[in-house]
């Protein structure tokens, strides 16, 4: 993705590849793809900053997707993204999609594991 283009063209750029190949962009060192967007015409939403390679200034992580913002300060939000190992994960789940949970057995379920193994 070119960032310095209106939110208007980012949108129209993302949504044009939205299948293949799709329009990407390097966050944490590796390509994102970006899926789902829409422009969003409100005041800047609460969230969590994240740095995109390229662009002038952070996204944004909220509730509802990635905020993305075009070089007019207009927005696009960003519903989806793609990692490069082919996982998509919702991308209001960005910094939550390594959080993993522990899963606690019974004693009962732990006789069936070790039983299964």
């Given amino acids: 993705i070119s960032w310095d283009q209106p939110a208007a063209s980012l949108h ?27 422009l969003l015409d409100a005041s800047v939403p609460a969230g969590q900053e994240l740095a995109i390679k390229g662009a002038s ?5 909220t509730k509802n997707g990635l905020v993305v913002f075009g070089n007019d300060g207009k ?12 996982r998509m994960i919702p991308a209001s789940k960005y910094f939550s999609a390594d ?6 057995l019974t004693e009962e379920e732990k006789k ?3 039983d299964i193994r």
């Fill in 12 to 38: 129209n750029w993302i949504r044009g590849h939205d299948k293949v190949p799709g329009a990407w962009a390097t966050i944490d060192g590796q390509v994102v793809t970006f899926y789902g967007s829409s």
């Fill in 99 to 104: 959080e993993t949970t522990a899963l606690e």
């Fill in 112 to 114: 069936i594991a070790e």
């Fill in 75 to 86: 927005m696009v939000l960003v519903r989806n993204l793609q990692f490069e190992d082919g």
């Fill in 57 to 61: 200034r952070p996204g944004l992580v």
